[in-house]
């Protein structure tokens, strides 16, 4: 699910208010038939050795939308008018001026840059696979999501499955040649900036199919020593060792591995929810889930079930919600009634996390779950017994028959 939208862009949303304080440059846009009443920018930037992760949205009024920019080198952007109508753009700290329209993205004019005039040769080369991207997307992906969004029974999502295994393979075939151009196109300009922009699709990619990073290091290896130290050089090398990282926090969560410790502050209860705290007590099942999850909300009359049945015999639930905002999770928990068994937040500070800081104590900075729901089961020991991802029948069988195992005689 949470992949969902990567699969589509490759890119990132969340909304944040527009900035006042001082800019380095500025970006005014135009836009035909515009599909949206608010745009989103989000890109990196470098400030005091820092990474910072920016993304401010803005209004669209009579077509026209501008951001101030927290940038001192040139970046890569992206432009968001909703979950299916977006494109990258590279920006500096200049006076930019953007002009396009919402029939064809891709096709926009961009002033006021140098970076502009580099890249268009490349743009050019790869705008018919964009189009047909786009046509796909649009014409095809969208509606389905739009019918499963307005009427989420099972038969919508049945056509959803249906279409998008039809779909699949012929956005893969028109993204796998939109990858071979840029792959091509680094290897022949190691000394562009550009080049480095279009590394981070290829490291996008890499990490939205979860495959190897070898062939992005070994890019990246290819590119000058400038480009290296650059900005955009800079922000691929850190994307390539974060892939890196998440898998190797992925295989934290592996059947065997022992569990890791947290501590973390519950809003639902006032209490501090420790997981140490159940080690040589009880067999503890940790529930990744979210309010905006629909399959997670179709799970949980089956936790009520084994909760029910194993509560007092000697299992522990622990509820372990990924949210971007505090009211929704309240409302789902109050609505479901889920304040039989602990409830927590993957992170430590809501609002925090919002703004893009992390925090090493995060239940999220110690488990990586890219799939919700995600089930783990851990015995008395602290050990990984057991890990279930997405809610269905063959799930709640291997999870009732290894509980009535453990369990069902105590």
């Known amino acids: 699910m949470r992949k969902l939208l990567y699969l589509i862009f490759f890119c990132g949303l969340f909304f944040s208010a527009c900035t006042s304080s001082k800019q380095e440059a500025t970006l005014v846009g135009k836009i035909d038939n515009p599909i949206s009443d608010i745009v989103t920018i989000s890109y990196w930037t470098l400030e005091n050795d820092k990474w910072r992760h920016i993304e401010d949205t803005c209004s669209i009024i009579d077509g026209k939308f501008s951001f101030d920019l927290h940038i001192n080198d040139l970046t890569k952007a992206d432009l968001i008018f909703n979950t299916f109508h977006a494109i990258s753009i590279y ?199 979210g309010s905006w999850c629909r399959p997670c909300l179709q799970g949980i009359p089956f936790l009520k079930e084994i909760h029910k049945k194993y509560n007092k015999k000697g299992l522990t639930i622990i509820g372990i919600a990924s949210e971007s905002k505090k009211e929704p999770y309240l409302d789902a928990v109050e609505k479901h009634n889920l304040k039989d068994w602990p409830q927590i937040l993957d992170v430590q500070n809501l609002e925090e996390s919002a703004k893009g800081n992390t925090n090493k104590e995060d239940v999220k900075n110690k488990y990586y779950i890219d799939s919700f729901p995600t089930y783990l089961l851990i015995d008395q020991n602290g050990i990984i017994i057991g890990k279930w991802e997405g809610t269905s029948e063959e799930n709640d069988k291997e999870i009732s028959a290894m509980l009535e195992k453990l369990l069902l005689k105590k």
């Open 91 to 289: 920006i500096e700290p200049k006076q930019m001026e953007l002009s396009l329209s919402a029939k064809n993205l891709f096709d926009y004019k961009l002033t006021g840059t140098d970076s502009e005039k580099e890249y268009q040769p490349l743009k050019q080369q790869i705008a018919s696979l964009e189009d047909s991207i786009r046509v796909l997307v649009y014409d095809k992906i969208e509606p389905l999501v739009r019918q499963l969004e307005k009427n989420p029974n099972e038969e919508n999502f049945k056509v959803f499955q249906e279409e998008r295994e039809k779909l699949d393979p012929i956005r893969l075939l028109l993204n796998n040649k939109l990858e071979k151009i840029n792959i091509e196109y680094i290897k022949n300009h190691p000394n562009s900036f550009i080049a480095a922009g279009q590394l981070l699709y290829i490291i996008k990619r890499a990490e939205v199919y979860d495959s190897p990073t070898d062939s992005a290091k070994l890019l990246y290896n290819e590119l000058s020593a400038k480009v290296k130290k650059s900005q955009l050089g800079l922000l691929a090398l850190k994307q390539i060792q974060d892939i890196d990282d998440e898998k190797a926090l992925k295989e934290t969560t592996n059947i065997g591995q022992k569990a890791v410790d947290f501590s973390t502050y519950s809003l639902i209860s006032g209490d501090t929810v420790r997981l140490s705290d159940y080690r040589g007590k009880s067999y503890v099942l940790l529930d990744f889930w």
